[in-house]
Nanobody, 115 residues
Framework: QVQLVESGGGLVQPGGSLRLSCAASGIFFRLYTMGWYRQAPGKQRDLVAVITSGGSTNYAESVKGRFTISRDNAKNTVYLQMNSLKPEDTAVYYC?????????WGQGTQVTVSS
């Protein structure tokens, strides 16, 4: 059974930082492309960042220079370090795992940026 469990969300002031974690089980983690998506109320779910099995990364333009995705294959965990947070970053953040047509989602974690 595949499980992706996110943690680290919460309420933060503008300009602050958060670090999201996603612990994976039930997959051969090191072979998967891992990603973070987000969905704000009334909007579609959008890609935030991805990291391939080889460690290559890609980011949405809106988060470049502020967010960093990383992975620890020994811990089967992917991270999203979010700095200089803005109110428009408020959303539910979802972890994803993707390989050869097999795609899995986590349950999501809420991030709220507000003063």
């Amino acid at each position: 059974q595949v499980q992706l469990v996110e943690s680290g969300g919460g309420l933060v002031q503008p300009g602050g930082s958060l670090r999201l974690s996603c612990a994976a089980s039930g997959i051969f983690f090191r072979l998967y492309t891992m990603g973070w998506y987000r969905q704000a109320p009334g909007k579609q779910r959008d890609l935030v960042a991805v990291i391939t099995s080889g460690g290559s990364t890609n980011y949405a333009e809106s988060v470049k220079g502020r967010f960093t995705i990383s992975r620890d294959n020994a811990k089967n965990t992917v991270y999203l370090q979010m700095n200089s947070l803005k109110p428009e970053d408020t959303a539910v953040y979802y972890c994803s795992a993707d390989r050869s047509g097999n795609f899995y989602w986590g349950q999501g974690t809420q991030v709220t940026v507000s003063s």
